[in-house]
């Protein structure tokens, strides 16, 4: 069975830097595309970054210049290097993996920024 567990998330100060990292488990064949995904209060979820299997990024234009998204696929671990937070980055981050047709999300991770 698929495991996706998040971790890194925590509160920081508008500026400030936080790294989240993403590890999925249990897959036999090879994974696909990773990414990161956040939800803030009374929001819809949306995409923050993307990678592909040969490390092709994509980001929302949001966070284009503050987010680096990158990942091991040896250790099929996707992780997502945020600079400059500001408080509207607020959010719960989920990772999601795509192994083969099939899409799985961990269980989010809290990121607080405060002003």
């Known amino acids: 069975q698929v495991q996706v567990v998040e971790s890194g998330g925590g509160l920081v100060q508008a500026g400030g830097s936080l790294r989240l990292s993403c590890a999925a488990s249990g897959i036999i064949f090879g994974i696909n595309n990773m990414g990161w995904y956040r939800q803030a209060p009374g929001k819809q979820r949306e995409l923050v970054a993307a990678i592909t299997k040969g490390g092709s990024p994509n980001y929302a234009d949001s966070v284009k210049g503050r987010f680096t998204i990158s990942r091991d696929n040896a250790k099929n671990t996707v992780y997502l290097q945020m600079n400059s937070l500001k408080p509207e980055d607020t959010a719960v981050y989920y990772c999601?993996?795509?192994?083969?047709?099939?899409?799985?999300w961990g269980q989010g991770t809290q990121v607080t920024v405060s002003s």
């Open positions: 999601n993996t795509q192994v083969g047709m099939n899409y799985y």
